[in-house]
């Protein structure tokens, strides 16, 4: 299966966006998503930063892993930038 190409800048935005859908983390919010190391297909991005807001920590690990889950399965960081 084939992941559609997505620079830093919009897949930080389609992160922060579906972060905030999750139950309790309205406030949370996506600092960036970064490269991981060596990986150049598939889930080659990570979401390191996350400032919280009012929301529970729990909340927002929860969700993170979720919302990379998700996206990971539709989306690649493109190193072109």
């Known amino acids: 299966m ?3 190409a997505k620079n830093k800048s919009e ?3 389609l992160a922060d966006e579906t972060l905030r859908e ?10 960036s998503v970064d490269p991981l190391p ?6 080659n991005w990570q979401i ?3 400032i919280l807001g009012d ?3 729990s909340d927002v690990d929860r ?5 990379h889950r998700q ?4 989306y690649h960081l493109s190193l072109d930038e």
């Open 2 to 4: 084939t992941t559609i």
């Open 11 to 13: 897949l930080t935005e």
């Open 22 to 31: 999750q139950p309790g983390c309205e406030t949370a919010r996506v600092a």
């Open 38 to 43: 060596d990986v150049r297909h598939g889930r």
């Open 48 to 50: 390191p930063r996350v």
């Open 55 to 57: 929301s529970l920590i």
């Open 63 to 67: 969700a993170v892993l979720a919302v």
């Open 71 to 74: 996206l990971g399965r539709k």
